[in-house]
């Protein structure tokens, strides 16, 4: 079917490391054959050219962190027909959501020289939890074959075709044998979704999560596993709070065995 005008595709970014931005520019020739279907209409990350929206897709790098970036998300929903979020920042608060389980006020006092000068909202969110998402991508950064594949679909008026499915699977696509069962390595691979090839346990070391949670994941059942390898309650804490601490099959886990007295 051929369009009228190309679509508009506009990038933005909130708090977050730019790490998922790059990850487009990094598509190289994948990202060639996309941006000949399209108009980049904003990515300050790769051009300074600006079209005025509205928008066909907007892909959003980044967590809400201050009043200003929630007024702002508002606005870019409001002229984009659909809005994905990458990255884990996007879908799950990102690395910086670590803070919502402490006293910000705190922790300001403790990095800064001067604290009056920050302001900043007590917790880092997902833009779900803001407006609403045609689609979450998730990763750390996103996997740039899936990025690829999302934007391909909702240019072209489908559903995207991305695994749902954990990283064991992925061991097991690459041969790869599993460093829990066979060496006791606590890893976060069956509860998280597939996206890095496996890429941790192919180096003999256990996935830290950084595609956050697959979906149904059992992560009662792994937390378990783990003491009977001789995990204690604060390593399973900190195993849950990494790149999606706040992602909410994470976040629940770890709030499960924060507290000194919980009994395994």
């Not at 962190?65 to 027909?81: G, L, N, P, V, Y």
Request: proline fraction near 6%; aromatic fraction near 10%.
């Amino acid at each position: 079917m051929q369009r009228d005008h190309k679509p508009k595709l506009a990038v933005w970014k909130f708090a977050s490391c730019d790490g998922c931005q790059l990850s487009i520019l990094d598509c190289e020739d994948e990202l060639l054959a996309v941006a000949g279907e399209v108009d980049i209409a904003y990515f300050p990350e790769a051009t300074r050219a600006v079209a005025r929206g509205p928008y066909d897709v907007s892909l959003v790098e980044g967590s809400i962190t201050t009043e200003h970036d929630a007024e702002r998300i508002h606005q870019i929903r409001k002229q984009s027909k659909f809005l994905v979020t990458i990255g884990a920042c996007a879908t799950s608060g990102g690395i910086q959501a670590l803070r919502n389980f402490r006293d910000v006020d705190q922790l300001v006092k403790a990095v800064y020289a001067t604290p009056g000068y920050i302001d900043t909202l007590d917790k880092s969110t997902p833009i779900a939890d803001h407006v609403f998402v045609d689609f979450q991508l998730r990763g750390c950064p996103v996997n740039k074959y899936q990025l690829v594949e999302v934007l391909s679909a909702y240019l072209n008026g489908r559903k995207p075709n991305t695994p749902s499915y954990s990283v064991c699977v992925e061991c097991k696509q690459r041969g790869t044998t599993c460093v829990m069962v066979a060496q006791g390595t606590p890893c976060m691979g069956p509860v998280t979704h597939a996206g890095c090839n496996a890429l941790c346990p192919a180096y003999n070391r256990g996935c830290f999560g950084c595609f956050g949670p697959m979906e149904t994941p059992n992560t009662a059942a792994l937390s378990a596993w783990w003491q009977k390898l001789g995990m204690n309650a604060p390593d399973i804490v900190r195993a849950f709070r990494t790149f999606n601490a706040y992602a909410d099959a994470f976040r629940k886990e770890s709030e499960v065995y924060e507290h000194p007295h919980h009994q395994g």
